[in-house]
């Protein structure tokens, strides 16, 4: 097995598959947008800083994050579209949280800013992590942001950074 900072290939026989991995880097030059939702700030607040920390920890730096508040989490599809026609980001992390009440409001919005973002990383193939949550409760939320279930707003730019690497790669190799 060879691994350099970009690509592991397995090299053991000629017959042995090509690996592509993501690896926990980004260039300087690249820039990451993080959409995050004002509404439920409690939990979205939180996932913000978590997902902060954990770019610093793969040394990304402050000059290139960028950070767009958004009212509510149905927001956040539209405004990564207006973000990708800029050609300023190659990458993007949705942030907020959807908890579940009394009426079909909730099925509504998560449906919307899933398939919106879905369908934005499909058209425009750039990278956009998803850190959305949708709990069926408050506790389930705060349990997510550092509690017994993780820390998703960590766990989206881990996901994000080794996206931006991977596909980097096939831009490099291809």
Not at 113 to 129: E, K, S, Y
Request: aromatic share 8%; with cysteine; net charge neutral.
């Amino acid at each position: 097995m060879t691994t350099n900072s970009n690509l592991t290939t397995s090299t053991s026989s000629p017959s042995s598959p090509r690996i592509w991995e993501g690896r926990f880097s980004i260039p300087n030059h690249q820039k990451v947008a993080i959409v995050v939702s004002k509404f439920n700030e409690m939990i979205t607040d939180p996932l913000l800083q978590g997902s902060i920390e954990r770019f610093y920890q793969y040394g990304v730096s402050p000059n290139q994050i960028e950070i767009v508040k958004v009212p509510g989490a149905y927001e956040i599809p539209v405004t990564i579209q207006k973000l990708i026609s800029m050609n300023k980001f190659q990458g993007f992390l949705a942030l907020g949280a959807v908890i579940k009440g009394e009426t079909a409001h909730f099925d509504y919005v998560c449906s919307h800013v899933n398939n919106g973002i879905g369908q934005l990383m499909l058209d425009a193939g750039i990278p956009i992590a998803m850190g959305v949550l949708t709990t069926n409760s408050f506790q389930q939320a705060m349990d997510r942001i550092g509690g017994v279930a993780g820390h998703k707003g960590a766990e989206a730019a881990t996901a994000l950074v080794e996206m931006m690497n991977l596909w980097g790669q096939f831009k490099e190799k291809i």
